[in-house]
């Protein structure tokens, strides 16, 4: 008879449930994946999911080194779980041509799903310990499953399945454990398939917190990406939901991008290595307030960290233990039309082909503080992406301070520490006390349109120079530049009055004087005249 399992709570009927083996059912496991031959096991397999739910709640057993054949997808009921010997021990092996290994009943992608929804969702199951293997099957998803609360993910492993590995939507309190996904998603085609068909994909929205948790999985070789969380857009999806965490993945060769954040908020993406993809790490559809912490992005043949799309982003911060290198273009890419907001880069940048953040959006009080960009360039000798930081669009009120841009290679590659382009304004803000010494030109080239209420001070390896100044008739008025000023006046006849912004007057009746003025400030000089002053020095400090 059934065998229980001690390992799994079901909270929802507070007892241990039972474990149902297979082969208590008429399944032998004898399928041989190389010649197709083999019992079919999948009569065995409905069976046991019907002496479950007949049961109220309970597991489906795998035995040791069993292979089983399903010729078509299990339609999944709540309360069933799965429980395997271990991913290299208990095999099922799909021969479907449309469907998913496990799937779910009803029409979920209509806005009245059935029979499972956010106000009946199933709950407390367990799969673990198994692995499916779609390398006779021409399409289908490894897992597919909506509406989970309570359940458990855990040492699985899924191949060859032609759309996404583990494409599961809407979860609150499920782990996803140790999760491999191998060559999942391989019709992937950019130009004409290309939504889903990944490693691990997770549909989010139906719930305002969805406690989604993605650990130690490693996704290699996924058609679209490797691992993402996506908002879905259905009458029952109006969240845009919080509480997605991705941590210790590995993700390599992935058609897109590694890792994904595709419209959620405050996705948390830390200890990962995201690689050999075509970005590392995409943002796009409007992702929120993410973070990005302690992870390794590094030989992608496109871009580190590509913020993309139309939909504005807001928030996302990248910290300091966060290395972006070697990849074959930008480092770090901010290109999406509609802008960026408060973003936070704080990251380690270096060895990038081509520049190591490059800004082509719209960004709103960004803060690149602390942040090290070294030796890019290493891809375009000779070009226009060689450098560490760029703008190339409009920038309101960064925050540039304590970054550390510099090439210390033999052969230098990085031509400016920062580079600000005629495409660019800049607005507000503050460039200061940054090293920007080591390059192989300068420390900055400055050729934006214009810049506005900018604070530049105390930036090592970049000397402005300063402009003559000369004397206008009484009363004469100058403002400072975007860095603090030191004005030095001589005057053959005695000057009546300097005053600050209009309303300090600082000095009266002198012949000389030495005026400190901060960045932006003005002054207003009345004299007798213009011959009256005969010298007129202008000193920026730096």
Same mark, same amino acid.
């Given at each position: 008879?059934?065998?229980?399992?001690?390992?799994?709570?079901?909270?929802?009927?507070?007892?241990?449930?039972?474990?149902?083996?297979?082969?208590?059912?008429?399944?032998?496991?004898?399928?041989?994946?190389?010649?197709?031959?083999?019992?079919?096991?999948?009569?065995?397999?409905?069976?046991?999911?019907?002496?479950?739910?007949?049961?109220?709640?309970?597991?489906?057993?795998?035995?040791?080194?069993?292979?089983?054949?399903?010729?078509?997808?299990?339609?999944?009921?709540?309360?069933?779980?799965?429980?395997?010997?271990?991913?290299?021990?208990?095999?099922?092996?799909?021969?479907?041509?449309?469907?998913?290994?496990?799937?779910?009943?009803?029409?979920?992608?209509?806005?009245?799903?059935?029979?499972?929804?956010?106000?009946?969702?199933?709950?407390?199951?367990?799969?673990?310990?198994?692995?499916?293997?779609?390398?006779?099957?021409?399409?289908?998803?490894?897992?597919?499953?909506?509406?989970?609360?309570?359940?458990?993910?855990?040492?699985?492993?899924?191949?060859?399945?032609?759309?996404?590995?583990?494409?599961?939507? @809407?979860?609150?309190?499920?782990?996803?454990?140790?999760?491999?996904?191998?060559?999942?998603?391989?019709?992937?085609?950019?130009?004409?398939?290309?939504?889903?068909?990944?490693?691990?994909?997770?549909?989010?929205?139906?719930?305002?917190?969805?406690?989604?948790?993605?650990?130690?999985?490693?996704?290699?070789?996924?058609?679209? @990406?490797?691992?993402?969380?996506?908002?879905?857009?259905?009458?029952?999806?109006?969240?845009?939901?919080?509480?997605?965490?991705?941590?210790?993945?590995?993700?390599?060769?992935?058609?897109?991008?590694?890792?994904?954040?595709?419209?959620?908020?405050?996705?948390?993406?830390?200890?990962?290595?995201?690689?050999?993809?075509?970005?590392?790490?995409?943002?796009?559809?409007?992702?929120?307030?993410?973070?990005?912490?302690?992870?390794?992005?590094?030989?992608?043949?496109?871009?580190?960290?590509?913020?993309?799309?139309?939909?504005?982003?807001?928030?996302?911060?990248?910290?300091?233990?966060?290395?972006?290198?070697?990849?074959?273009?930008?480092?770090?890419?901010?290109?999406?039309?509609?802008?960026?907001?408060?973003?936070?880069?704080?990251?380690?940048?270096?060895?990038?082909?081509?520049?190591?953040?490059?800004?082509?959006?719209?960004?709103?009080?960004?803060?690149?503080?602390?942040?090290?960009?070294?030796?890019?360039?290493?891809?375009?000798?000779?070009?226009?992406?060689?450098?560490?930081?760029?703008?190339?669009?409009?920038?309101?009120?960064?925050?540039?301070?304590?970054?550390?841009?510099?090439?210390?290679?033999?052969?230098?590659?990085?031509?400016?520490?920062?580079?600000?382009?005629?495409?660019?304004?800049?607005?507000?803000?503050?460039?200061?006390?940054?090293?920007?010494?080591?390059?192989?030109?300068?420390?900055?080239?400055?050729?934006?349109?214009?810049?506005?209420?900018?604070?530049?001070?105390?930036?090592?390896?970049?000397?402005?120079?300063?402009?003559?100044?000369?004397?206008?008739?009484?009363?004469?008025?100058?403002?400072?530049?975007?860095?603090?000023?030191?004005?030095?006046?001589?005057?053959?006849?005695?000057?009546?009055?300097?005053?600050?912004?209009?309303?300090?007057?600082?000095?009266?009746?002198?012949?000389?004087?030495?005026?400190?003025?901060?960045?932006?400030?003005?002054?207003?000089?009345?004299?007798?005249?213009?011959?009256?002053?005969?010298?007129?020095?202008?000193?920026?400090?730096?």
């Amino acid at each position: 008879m059934s065998r229980y399992s001690p390992n799994f709570y079901s909270s929802k009927t507070r007892k241990y449930v039972g474990t149902y083996y297979v082969e208590e059912f008429g399944a032998i496991g004898n399928y041989n994946p190389t010649n197709g031959t083999g019992n079919d096991d999948t009569d065995a397999f409905n069976k046991a999911i019907d002496a479950v739910v007949q049961a109220g709640r309970g597991n489906i057993g795998l035995s040791p080194n069993k292979s089983y054949k399903l010729r078509y997808g299990m339609t999944w009921q709540d309360g069933v779980g799965v429980i395997g010997a271990g991913k290299n021990s208990s095999k099922i092996y799909p021969v479907i041509g449309g469907a998913a290994a496990f799937y779910q009943p009803g029409t979920v992608l209509a806005d009245n799903p059935l029979p499972y929804d956010p106000d009946n969702p199933m709950s407390d199951m367990e799969f673990r310990g198994f692995s499916i293997d779609f390398v006779n099957s021409t399409g289908g998803k490894g897992i597919l499953l909506f509406f989970l609360k309570h359940c458990l993910f855990e040492d699985i492993n899924l191949y060859n399945t032609p759309l996404t590995g583990m494409g599961c939507d @809407f979860l609150d309190d499920v782990d996803i454990r140790r999760v491999n996904t191998y060559n999942c998603g391989w019709t992937y085609d950019p130009e004409i398939n290309n939504i889903g068909r990944s490693g691990i994909g997770i549909g989010t929205g139906a719930w305002p917190i969805e406690r989604i948790r993605v650990s130690d999985c490693r996704c290699e070789d996924s058609g679209n @990406f490797g691992i993402f969380l996506e908002k879905q857009n259905y009458a029952y999806t109006p969240y845009i939901s919080r509480g997605g965490i991705i941590s210790n993945c590995y993700v390599k060769g992935s058609g897109n991008a590694a890792i994904a954040d595709k419209g959620v908020d405050g996705m948390i993406v830390k200890n990962c290595e995201m690689t050999e993809s075509l970005d590392g790490f995409q943002v796009l559809d409007g992702g929120i307030g993410g973070k990005i912490i302690n992870c390794n992005i590094y030989n992608n043949t496109q871009y580190g960290i590509h913020f993309m799309e139309d939909a504005g982003v807001e928030g996302y911060y990248v910290d300091s233990k966060t290395k972006v290198h070697d990849n074959t273009k930008h480092g770090i890419l901010f290109i999406t039309t509609a802008g960026v907001k408060n973003a936070k880069c704080h990251a380690e940048v270096y060895k990038n082909g081509y520049n190591g953040i490059q800004v082509s959006a719209p960004l709103t009080n960004p803060d690149f503080s602390n942040s090290k960009l070294y030796n890019n360039g290493t891809a375009v000798l000779g070009g226009t992406n060689q450098h560490g930081l760029v703008f190339r669009a409009d920038i309101t009120n960064p925050c540039i301070k304590n970054i550390r841009a510099y090439d210390d290679q033999t052969v230098k590659t990085q031509k400016y520490g920062i580079y600000s382009n005629i495409d660019s304004t800049v607005s507000g803000g503050e460039i200061s006390e940054n090293d920007l010494t080591g390059n192989l030109v300068a420390g900055w080239l400055r050729a934006e349109s214009s810049a506005t209420d900018l604070t530049v001070r105390n930036n090592k390896g970049y000397s402005p120079v300063a402009a003559s100044v000369a004397p206008a008739s009484s009363p004469w008025t100058y403002t400072a530049g975007e860095q603090p000023e030191v004005i030095y006046i001589i005057a053959t006849t005695a000057i009546e009055s300097i005053k600050i912004n209009s309303t300090v007057t600082i000095l009266t009746n002198c012949l000389t004087a030495t005026v400190f003025l901060s960045p932006w400030a003005s002054m207003i000089v009345t004299h007798a005249g213009t011959s009256t002053i005969t010298s007129v020095k202008r000193q920026i400090l730096s």
